[in-house]
């Protein structure tokens, strides 16, 4: 495992390398990557006694790199669209770092509640919280704010539009939509009756949205909404609810999870797996492969589908996640674990480039 120098001496360096070379490499424009790239999934531990640490797995070769952080980065992180960056958020910041040598390039003095979004083509980024910001990542300049309070931000696939959710005093969690052009940015919003806004993943073809929504206190709902239709052609309700959901790249599937609740037994979460073109379940990845030989309650929680089409990974846990799964895409077996131990902390959400 690597460790970072002390904070301060690392900050005076790069700070003047920076300032002499007088760009931030790590924010140029994507160019096309290989079809055979081992796309990493990072995650971090962020709560807890003990020392932070940023892993960085590899699903191909299941391999692993992690290193001593010290930061606290419990909001969530984010890849950069060249996959270049990281972005670790804070309560009071965002830090960017090399996603190679896990050194600092610099932070950013906002206040976020979430993972920073980025767009596809590595030009902007969007910080929610309390406020808003679009920000340039060529000098990091922000070039649209707002002062509702947002979360759980994505940018359309073309980069023109960029969605979150918000609410206020008369919305309790609605959809915000921004249209984004060269010289000014269009607002609108959409609510949904008995419903919070959660997760909100656009198709690129702009037909529908793939939402995680909150209902009431304990439940979820998995929904499928039609643009063209201005309706939800699809619904699952899941009671508890408190997982998420993922998009598979080629866009045909989306894995979910219902983590439940230990108390309901081993049998009570899954992972399901929608087909899009179909608007039907196609099956249940059973949740007992989730308990053999593994710590009691290891819920399938947090999943990500890697660019691929391959792999699907898989966060699990109850409280604190401490179990991480590998699940073969084809065959839908695991193919890789590692186990974190019933350590008293949990993990952010995973992430990857391009997602």
């Not at 010290?70 to 670790?88: D, H």
Request: charged share 20%.
């Amino acid at each position: 495992m690597r460790q970072f120098p002390k904070r301060k001496t690392m900050i005076s360096a790069l700070l003047i390398i920076i300032t002499l070379s007088g760009c931030q490499c790590g924010n140029k424009p994507t160019e096309p990557e290989p079809v055979d790239k081992d796309y990493p999934i990072y995650f971090s531990n962020y709560f807890g006694v003990g020392d932070k640490v940023l892993f960085k797995y590899y699903p191909d070769s299941q391999k692993i790199d992690s290193a001593l952080i010290p930061w606290t980065p419990k909001r969530g992180i984010s890849v950069s669209a060249n996959g270049k960056l990281l972005y670790l958020s804070l309560d009071a910041s965002v830090v960017v770092i090399d996603a190679e040598s896990f050194e600092i390039v610099q932070e950013l003095p906002y206040k976020t509640g979430y993972a920073v979004a980025v767009s596809p083509d590595n030009k902007l980024i969007a910080i929610t919280g309390d406020t808003l910001r679009i920000l340039r990542t060529s000098d990091y300049q922000v070039i649209y704010s707002d002062t509702l309070t947002t979360y759980r931000g994505i940018f359309s696939k073309d980069n023109l539009t960029f969605f979150c959710g918000f609410y206020d005093s008369v919305n309790s969690g609605s959809a915000y939509i921004l249209t984004i052009n060269e010289t000014q940015f269009i607002k609108t919003t959409k609510s949904f009756p008995d419903r919070s806004v959660g997760t909100l993943i656009p198709t690129s073809d702009k037909t529908k949205w793939i939402l995680y929504n909150l209902i009431g206190s304990y439940c979820a709902a998995f929904d499928i909404y039609d643009i063209a239709l201005d309706s939800i052609i699809f619904t699952d309700t899941l009671c508890p609810g408190g997982g998420t959901a993922t998009l598979s790249a080629d866009e045909k599937k989306v894995y979910y999870t219902a983590p439940g609740s230990p108390f309901q037994g081993a049998n009570s979460p899954f992972i399901k797996v929608f087909d899009l073109e179909t608007n039907m379940i196609e099956t249940i990845i059973d949740s007992t492969i989730f308990y053999a030989d593994s710590f009691a309650w290891a819920l399938p929680n947090d999943v990500i589908a890697t660019p691929d089409n391959r792999y699907l990974g898989v966060l699990n846990g109850v409280m604190a996640l401490s179990v991480f799964h590998l699940i073969d895409l084809q065959t839908l077996t695991v193919v890789d674990r590692r186990d974190y131990g019933p350590n008293g902390y949990g993990f952010t959400q995973m992430t990857m480039q391009n997602k």
